[in-house]
């Protein structure tokens, strides 16, 4: 159980991070560059990215994640690692609404945009861009935010489910200490002085006693 439990929540981070790390190129570097070029350039490097994304190396990472936080939070709940529950909570809500943005926002602009046809056919591709960019550049910040809080959210829930195995790990390898009286069971017997070998301390046995019949003094009657 705590192997799976780990395994997902690495593969859950790591999912994540993929999708805040896209999401975030494109909101400070791609789009930005992409917002230089020429009405019909923008257009067709548009049309051509969101042909291209649409590979297993983007859909299964992006897919992928909402399974894996949700048996992430189950594992959470059912076994170790308690305190780290409400990150995962969070950070499975967080993803939902930027996986919300994506469907529900970015995905129609992107179709809308491939409806428009071939750039090097507009007539007027300057009308194409202004209806597809402000908008599709506005939502991807916003889902690039909810990605990175994910992230973050999950980073933290693996620092305090990593801190919550080494506590059980330290408590399952510290030796129970066992009682002195198990340890010096005959402490509290004493047979006698002890007999200084000139090396150490000896605590003899006990004493024979001799028969009362040689101690008595005088002839027998």
């Known amino acids: 159980m705590k192997t799976l439990q780990q395994t997902t929540l690495i593969l859950a981070t790591l999912a994540t991070g993929l999708m805040a790390g896209l999401f975030a190129a494109f909101a400070y570097s791609v789009m930005p560059g992409l917002a230089r070029s020429s009405d019909r350039t923008f257009v067709e490097a548009m049309q051509n990215i969101n042909k291209a994304i649409l590979n297993p190396v983007f859909m299964f990472p992006f897919m992928a994640a909402i399974p894996l936080l949700g048996l992430a939070v189950v594992l959470?709940?059912?076994?170790?690692?308690?305190?780290?529950?409400?990150?995962?909570?969070?950070?499975?809500?967080?993803?939902?609404?930027?996986?919300?943005?994506?469907?529900?926002?970015?995905?129609?602009?992107?179709?809308?945009?491939?409806?428009?046809?071939?750039?090097?056919?507009?007539?007027?591709?300057?009308?194409?861009?202004?209806?597809?960019?402000?908008?599709?550049?506005?939502?991807?910040i916003v889902r690039a935010l909810l990605h990175t809080a994910a992230f973050g959210c999950l980073l933290w829930a693996l620092i305090l489910f990593g801190a919550h195995m080494t506590q059980e790990s330290a408590a399952t390898a510290s030796p129970t200490r066992r009682p002195l009286t198990a340890e010096y069971p005959d402490s509290s017997m004493h047979f006698g002085p002890a007999r200084d070998t000139g090396s150490h301390m000896t605590q003899p046995g006990p004493v024979p006693q001799e028969p009362q019949a040689r101690r008595t003094k005088g002839p027998r009657w």
């Open 76 to 140: 959470a709940w059912r076994g170790h690692g308690r305190a780290a529950l409400p990150w995962l909570i969070a950070a499975l809500v967080l993803y939902l609404l930027a996986f919300v943005v994506t469907s529900g926002l970015n995905v129609p602009l992107n179709d809308q945009l491939a409806k428009a046809g071939n750039p090097d056919r507009m007539k007027d591709p300057a009308a194409v861009r202004e209806n597809f960019e402000s908008t599709w550049v506005a939502w991807n």
